[in-house]
C-alpha cells in the first residue's frame, strides 16, 4: 500500500467458491495462498481488515435443503464449512506470519472464539485479522448478511464483497446475456428495485438502511484489494442516494 487508503477498517467478504481455484469443490492449496498473501499485504499497510468467508465450495445450505434436508439443518450445515474455511484461511495467514482470530457466532471453544463484539473491535485496533464464522449463527440467513450485519456491528466504513469470475455488478446476468454492461456505480435502492446480483436482498437493504457502501469487485485479478483501498475506478460502488447526489 503506497498510496493513502480510502477507508481505514473494511470488512471483506469472500464466497467460498472463491477459495476453490480451478477445483470442482473443495479448497486450492495455492489459491487459498495467494489469497492469504494479498490479504497480508494490505494489513501491513495499515488497514483494519475483517473478513468473512463463504462455505458454498463445501456444502451450500440452500442447495442441500433442495435435495431433501430440512432447510434450518441444512443452513447449520453450511455454517459449518464457513468455519471450516475459515480455519484454512486462518492457518494460510499464520504461515506468512500474520496475526488473526476466527470468531465464530456457534460456540466452538476448543478451536475458535466466540463472537464478541468488543473484542472483535479490540482485535483490530491492534492490527490483526478477524475472521467471522458461522455466518449469523442462525438458518435462513446467508452469509451475505453476516458480512453486513458484522461490517456494521464493529464500524467498517466499506464492505468489499469480492467475486470469483465477474468484475463487479451487471445490468444483467453475464452468464445469461453475453451483452451484459458493468456498472461502476449505482445506489443500494436502484440495485435493489432492479434485482441486480450485488448479494442478497435482506444484506443489501441492511446495507441501504445504515448508509454503508459496497465496492464489487473480482478477485481473481491480482493486487485487486489493495487497488479497490487505494480508491482506483474498479468494479462496481454501490452507494445511498445523497452520496450520489451530493457529487453529481
Request: hydrophobic share 45%; glycine share 10%; aromatic share 4%.
Amino acid at each position: 500500500m503506497t498510496q493513502r487508503p480510502v477507508w481505514k477498517r473494511v470488512l471483506l467478504k469472500l464466497s467460498g467458491e472463491a477459495l476453490m481455484g480451478d477445483l470442482k469443490y473443495g479448497i486450492d492449496p495455492v489459491r487459498l495462498g495467494a489469497m492469504a498473501n494479498e490479504i497480508s499485504q494490505v494489513v501491513a499497510g495499515g488497514i483494519e481488515m475483517a473478513i468473512v468467508v463463504g462455505g458454498g465450495n463445501i456444502f451450500r445450505g440452500v442447495s442441500g435443503a433442495s435435495q431433501g434436508i430440512d432447510r434450518a439443518t441444512a443452513d447449520y450445515m453450511g455454517m459449518l464449512a464457513t468455519v471450516m474455511n475459515s480455519m484454512a484461511l486462518q492457518d494460510a495467514l499464520r504461515k506468512l506470519a500474520v496475526d488473526s482470530r476466527v470468531q465464530s457466532a456457534i460456540d466452538m471453544q476448543e478451536i475458535c472464539e466466540p463472537y464478541i463484539r468488543g473484542r472483535a473491535i479490540r482485535h483490530l485496533e491492534k492490527g490483526r485479522i478477524v475472521i467471522f464464522a458461522a455466518g449469523t449463527g442462525n438458518p435462513f440467513f446467508s452469509t451475505d448478511t453476516a458480512a453486513a450485519l458484522r461490517a456494521l456491528e464493529i464500524g467498517a466504513e466499506c464492505l468489499l464483497m469480492a467475486k470469483k469470475k465477474y468484475d463487479g455488478v451487471y445490468d444483467a446476468d453475464p452468464e445469461t446475456e453475453p451483452c451484459a454492461r458493468l456498472i461502476e456505480r449505482i445506489t443500494h435502492r436502484e440495485a435493489l428495485e432492479r434485482g441486480l446480483r450485488v448479494m442478497d436482498s435482506t444484506a443489501l437493504s441492511l446495507c441501504m438502511d445504515n448508509g454503508l457502501p459496497i465496492m464489487v469487485f473480482n478477485m481473481s485479478q491480482p493486487e485487486n484489494i489493495r487497488r479497490v483501498l487505494r480508491g482506483e475506478r474498479i468494479g462496481t460502488i454501490v452507494t445511498v442516494e445523497e452520496i450520489e447526489k451530493e457529487e453529481s
